[in-house]
């Protein structure tokens, strides 16, 4: 992929609430509580925010959350270090629902969200950031399942021999899905069956430029790599670009429409929400990045919102 194929914009982003969060991640728009909602990894909080009135609210987790959901009986779905929880209403208490087959000791949940059949997708992040060990998994609760599996959600792995598990999203008709593996600089697809939960054949969707050798933040030449990412109402693929201090929207044939360039360095995902799904939020890093980087770019770790011509899709909830 050439980044220079579209110029880079510089839209007006607006910061919704003046927090600033150690790893922002998994924003999406509640349709009914007209809330925006994401997780701080690193700092252990889910939080919730009034768009409106500027007010956000904080809910420290045991562990780190590396993903949420709203959940269709009310509340969310998490994804913590050691396993699957659900919590019924802000604020309560957690019920661990599922583990996933992984050594919480060094691998632990990230990107995810579910898909239009409401099964909770997890993927994962190798801490080692060399056995490869991260991996993509669905959980499916639906009663159906839960009566033929003793009472327990049905968990399964999709992909595996990954890095950093990233970049999930699905195309409107859920015809494909899309996964990134953040470090190997690629987005992959694969055609997606939603009765059967089946992939097909995997393909190369987008293949980012790697880091130039020596590279420094805010030097030129590097565009940054997929993390996380949404998928608007016409099918593009919009993906925060870590590193690259940019969102970019590629067409479903993957040909780079546009990007975005983003107050900070280090962008970490997309979701389109507000009452007409206009509104591109974006979560951003602010843990690890260096003194010179956040002298550079205050606004490090915040939410930020621009308006974009193209409106995104409704989040799908959980369903047990």
Known sequence: MTMQAQPLQTPDWSQVGAGHYALGESPFWHPTEHALYWVDISGRQLLRANVYMGTVDAWDMP????????????????????????????????HRI??????????????GKCDVLGRFWIGTVDE????????LYS????????????GAPVVKQH???????????????????YWADTPRHHVLSWPWDAQTNQLGV???????????????PGAPGYAGR??????DALGNYWVAMYEGRRVCQFAPDGRLLQQLETPVQCPTMPCLGGEDYRTL?????????????????????????VRVETPGLPVQFFRE
């Open 226 to 231: 997929p993390d996380g990412a949404t998928v």
């Open 98 to 111: 599922a583990t996933l087959p992984y050594d919480p000791a060094t691998v632990r949940a990230n990107d």
């Open 159 to 177: 992909v595996g021999s990954a890095l950093t598990g990233n970049g999930l999203a699905w195309s409107p008709d859920s015809s494909t899905l």
């Open 281 to 305: 939020y974006v979560t951003s890093v602010r843990h690890g990045r260096s003194e010179a980087e956040l002298a550079q770019l205050p606004a490090s770790g915040g939410v930020f919102a």
């Open 128 to 135: 080692t950031k060399s056995q490869q060990a991260a991996a």
């Open 139 to 150: 959980v499916d609760a639906r009663p159906a399942l839960l009566l033929a599996n003793g």
């Open 202 to 216: 995997q393909r190369t969707h987008v293949q980012c430029e790697p880091k130039p050798a020596g590279w420094q």
């Open 63 to 94: 562990s780190e959350p590396g993903c949420i959901a709203p959940a269709a009986a009310g509340g969310l779905v998490i994804a913590l270090r050691d396993g699957v929880y659900r919590a019924p209403v802000w604020a309560g208490p957690l």
